[in-house]
């Protein structure tokens, strides 16, 4: 809210109020003029500041929209992270995220993007034939590729299988 705003609203609008008085008052055509146009100018400033209070509450009605968004994104990736375990399946030294058998919920096996996750983004890696014949995991996303020193690799296994054989 913006209470200056306000206040200059309903002092325009008093004042206002104050000059009508003061116009039923008048016997002088003149002067009932000079005082209408004072009343408009007080009118159109109450109007302005109204406009001001409407516009800056609109603004923090977006505000508020914009945070409670991130506030469910972050919430939701809260949630998502926990499901992921840090793991070396390879012969390199490359890590990558592997989802839990017990956080899994009936789905498939999958590795995702170490950079990527870090970033709050879950993105499911490729596995890519390199020019030797070697097998590249490769992000879709950031384009990262990790080595995995192997010519074959079976698909993906959850994290707690990866965790046993280190
Ligand atoms: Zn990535």
Redesign the pocket.
């Known amino acids: 809210m913006d209470f200056i705003a306000i206040q200059g609203a309903i002092s325009s609008l008093k004042a206002a109020a104050e000059i009508s008085k003061s116009i039923m008052d008048m016997k002088n055509m003149s002067e009932v003029q000079g005082k209408v146009i004072e009343l408009q100018s007080a009118l159109l400033e109450a109007q302005n500041c109204a406009l001001t209070a409407t516009t800056s509450q609109f603004e923090l009605q977006e505000r508020v929209r914009e945070l409670e968004a991130k506030l469910k994104e972050r919430g939701d990736w809260e949630e998502q992270k926990v499901r992921y375990q840090l793991v070396s399946p390879w012969k390199g030294p490359a890590q990558t995220y592997a989802l839990k058998e017990s956080y899994s919920n009936g789905e498939e096996p999958h590795l995702v ?1 170490s ?2 996750f870090h970033n709050e983004d879950k ?1 499911i890696l490729n596995p890519v034939k390199n020019k030797t014949g070697f097998i590249q995991m490769v ?1 879709p ?2 384009k ?1 590729t990790m080595d995995t020193g192997y010519r074959g690799i079976g698909g993906p296994k959850y994290a707690e299988e990866y965790s046993q054989k280190n």
């Open positions: 993007c950079s990527c993105i992000c996303k950031c990262s």
